[in-house]
């Protein structure tokens, strides 16, 4: 691997922070976090105070991403004439975008810097939940409209890459793993508390999946306008209570050099199948079990168990299980939890895919069969929550790797000790930053690819379509583990044991 880094000399032996001197009240220039002494002194806890307001804007970009996720399963009820295949689209929409918006987000924190741009990102989601209410309250409204609304929830996607490049500024590299699993974790609940709350806020189900009367209906607008108001709230806490580092310096055009390093690439491959796994299921699941298993229509609510309510328990598993990915990672290395996480992820895939087949197409078509698939239910979820724990550990194992990679190779292109490998280990911590991002965004695109699997135009039966998906992802998952064992459990590789 190689890292680029300033020519040896006397500007190289400082320890000076890249980059102008900005010397206001919310830039820091001084941030030494490898020094022992500065971290437990000074850095600790500014470091914790950026990142559980870094976890809150997070936590509401994710929500705001993914509120199409479980909003799409109620808008045939309130009356808008959209197939199975349109649902899956507008879900998969706000992925896409998310993705794309990853790159241009990471370099954001080194241009605007971090506490700057958490304060824009947040005052950004204005713009999906205040369209999503004013959409969802017409029922003339065209679906090329919703696509365009569902769009703009992207900005939540991207928050992501901006929130996790901020934070790998802020902590050493033995605490990394934790940190970033943290917040990466607080963000990821963001998809499993909007699956929670969201039925109960419009009036569509109460707590546990029962369905419930509702004297008005359903009201998809308020969930909208409760994220606006949050977001409002992460806008003000961010300004008031964040931080911007000074050596934390954007130069894209140097940065961009990594989509030349094919570990950018080799990690990649394996961020597609950890969080392209978690972000593409939790997008799909509610439609998905909406159109395998029977749920009384919101509309007009009926009596019954909700099943399709209880698609939060997937992002949730996941999410929680994000943090002891990373923690398990500093603990026993990132290949080597990686490679658990992936194996996990091919036996419990083979799990779901022999439910699915059990499964018989159209329940609401025959009462009889409506049954049979009720009592597949708790087998089906079940075995999607082990996938999920499965998706969180390697998120979180995997960005572990990412710094650890490319600390590995400066150390290994410089003698101990020397301004070189100092220089040499501020290098790599910007290019581990910016591979963040590219990595983070190419990751993303499996969130966009999973429900367009699921609902693939060209199979007329989504059961049909869903037995493939699952087919594919499996063998997907049993590269992933040929991958990591090649490249990073290998003896004598630069990156080994990582």
Not at 76 to 87: D, E, I, K, R, Y
Not at 185 to 196: C, F, K, R, S, T
Not at 213 to 241: D, F, N
Not at 296 to 322: C, K, N
Request: with cysteine.
């Amino acid at each position: 691997m190689t890292i680029t880094a300033p020519p040896p000399g006397p500007a190289a032996a400082t320890d000076a922070p890249a980059g102008p001197q900005r010397r206001t009240r919310r830039w820091i220039d001084d941030w030494r976090p490898e020094d022992p002494q500065f971290w437990s002194e000074t850095g600790r806890p500014v470091a914790r105070r950026n990142l559980a307001w870094s976890i809150f804007a997070e936590h509401l970009g994710f929500s705001v991403w993914l509120i199409w996720s479980v909003s799409s399963a109620y808008l045939v009820a309130m009356g808008f004439a959209f197939s199975a295949q349109q649902l899956f689209l507008l879900v998969a929409i706000p992925n896409l975008v998310g993705s794309l918006l990853r790159i241009p987000y990471t370099f954001a924190v080194g241009l605007f810097g971090g506490r700057n741009w958490t304060i824009m990102s947040a005052a950004l989601l204005l713009v999906p939940t205040l369209g999503f209410a004013l959409a969802v309250t017409h029922a003339g409204t065209p679906y090329w409209v919703f696509c365009a609304i569902a769009a703009t929830a992207g900005f939540g996607g991207g928050n992501f890459a901006s929130s996790m490049a901020n934070i790998n500024y802020f902590y050493p590299t033995a605490r990394k793993g934790a940190a970033l699993g943290l917040n990466a974790a607080g963000g990821n609940l963001g998809v499993a508390l909007i699956q929670l709350l969201l039925p109960v806020i419009v009036g569509g189900a109460g707590l546990f999946g029962l369905v419930q009367a509702s004297q008005g209906g359903i009201h998809l607008e308020r969930a909208a306008l409760v994220y606006a108001a949050l977001a409002v709230v992460a806008t003000l806490a961010a300004w008031l209570r964040m931080d911007n580092l000074g050596t934390a310096v954007a130069k894209p055009r140097e940065q961009l050099r990594v989509v030349r390093e094919p570990h950018t690439w080799v990690m990649s491959v394996l961020y597609i199948g950890t969080f392209g796994s978690f972000i593409g299921y939790s997008a799909a699941m509610p439609l998905l079990i909406k159109l395998n298993f029977w749920v009384p229509e919101p509309a007009p609510l009926g009596t019954g168990i909700y099943f399709a309510y209880f698609a939060f328990l997937g992002a949730a598993v996941g999410s929680v299980a994000r943090p002891i990915g990373g923690w398990l990672a500093d603990r026993y290395g990132g290949a080597r939890i990686t490679l658990v996480a992936f194996l996990g992820l091919a036996a419990s895939t083979l799990a779901v895919l022999w439910t699915v087949f059990q499964l018989t197409p159209n329940p609401t078509a025959d009462p009889a069969i409506a049954t049979e698939n009720e009592s597949l239910f708790p087998l089906f979820l079940g075995f999607f929550l082990v996938l999920f724990a499965c998706t969180g550990i390697g998120n979180g194992s995997t960005y572990k790797m990412i710094p650890a990679i490319w600390r590995r190779g400066a150390e290994a292109a410089t003698p101990a000790g020397t301004p070189e490998r100092t220089v040499a280990l501020r290098a790599a911590a910007q290019q581990a930053s910016a591979a963040l991002g590219v990595i983070g965004a190419i990751g993303a695109i499996g969130g966009f690819l999973i429900p367009l699997a699921f609902s693939a135009p060209w199979v007329a039966d989504p059961l049909t379509a869903t037995k493939g998906a699952f087919m594919v992802f499996a063998g997907y998952y049993a590269l992933c583990v040929v991958v990591v064992c090649a490249v990073y459990l290998r003896r004598g590789r630069t990156a080994s044991h990582v």
